[in-house]
């Protein structure tokens, strides 16, 4: 079902209200309008606040369209025409693009939106956010922020940091430094964090040292240690350990993580973190995909050598490729 109507050229009438000056619209594919692009200065009325979209052209902003909806006619996006504050559920923030749910509430802030590139870096970037302060009862974070994500009631689910950035987070481990952020259960309590450099974990089958090679830090939605409401440990990945498991039929089973090649240079042989799971409620562990009773079965852990290149606190000093790889 046709969620807008063409006025004339330039104008659209919208569930919003009459937009002018557009210069180009997009559509789903059932016809309804998924984006437009502006070139005059109009408002929409979120409960974000009166945000004024994006009109003119910028060489450091992304390219996306103005606003974007969804199927029903609602805004689910909109990059701001500046850095506006903006109304958030916990207080006023300034944000370049603001994210809704399709029922309206807010869903995501981000406080810039610059594309980099080789004539906008991320230092660029970095000269334009301002660190900010987040008391999150269990753990206080100072830190840039990318960004923030909201559940529909309005509690905080994940806050992303700036690139190169490092925050120090309270858990049930002990203080752990995360270069990419976190994400909190709608209770407040502390759902996952991605942690900068390996750390060891106390586990039900024994001491493992958590860390994801892989992880970008597109966002802190999800991240490779988390736990449960209660704080204890729900899943880790790790890159420096192997498994051994004796199963309850006497089979023993060996799971370690994944060499492959590396990303950026073909000859050099890298690795691939392995998913290790908890469940209390059954008292199973899932290595892989593949479910051992905790009791029923033995575990023992040995150091897993990982080949090639790979990152330590020690290399990080003088290597750019998380870097490189995040913007790419």
């Given amino acids: 079902m046709q969620n807008y109507m063409v006025i004339d050229a330039k104008t659209l009438q919208t569930a919003y209200g009459i937009l002018g000056g557009v210069d180009s619209f997009l559509c789903h594919p059932d016809g309804e309008l998924l984006g437009v692009t502006l070139s005059e200065k109009n408002m929409i009325v979120t409960q974000a606040g009166e945000l004024i979209p ?33 109304f958030t559920p916990i207080g006023e923030l300034p944000a370049e693009l603001i994210k809704f749910y399709p029922t309206g509430e ?19 970037e970095r000269e334009l ?29 994940s806050i992303t940091l700036f690139p190169g950035e490092r925050a120090e987070i309270g858990t049930p481990l002990g203080k752990v430094e995360t270069k990419v952020g976190l994400s909190l259960y709608e209770s407040g309590s502390l759902k996952s964090v991605e942690p900068a450099d390996p750390v060891l974990v106390s586990t039900p089958i024994g001491t493992i ?26 899943a880790l990945i790790t890159c420096d350990h192997s498994i051994y498991v004796q199963t309850e039929d006497g ?25 290790v799971e908890f469940f209390p409620e059954s008292g199973e562990v ?25 990152c330590s606190p020690s290399d990080c000093a003088n290597c750019s490729l998380c870097n490189k790889a995040m913007r790419e």
Wanted: aromatic residues 10%.
């Fill in 251 to 275: 089979v023993m089973k060996k799971h370690s993580p994944h060499i492959k090649p590396h990303p950026l240079y073909d000859e050099i042989l890298t690795v691939s973190g392995m998913k």
């Fill in 286 to 310: 899932m290595i892989e995909k593949e479910r051992y009773g905790l009791k029923s079965c033995g575990f023992t852990l040995e150091p897993f050598a990982r080949p090639g290149m790979h």
């Fill in 106 to 124: 807010l869903h995501r802030v981000f406080i810039l939106d610059g594309q980099i590139s080789g004539f906008w870096t991320e230092e660029d």
């Fill in 54 to 86: 994006a009109y003119t052209e910028n060489g450091r902003r992304k390219k996306k369209p103005s606003v974007e909806f969804d199927k029903q006619g609602m805004v689910v996006s909109v990059a701001l025409e500046e850095q506006q504050e903006v």
């Fill in 209 to 234: 040292t958590a860390f994801d090679p892989d992880q970008i830090g597109i966002n802190a939605d999800s991240n490779s240690l988390s736990f449960t409401e209660d704080g204890e440990i729900k």
């Fill in 129 to 157: 956010n301002i660190s900010l302060t987040f008391d999150l009862g269990f753990t206080e974070l100072h830190a840039m922020i990318n960004g923030l994500c909201f559940y529909k009631s309005g509690d905080i689910k």
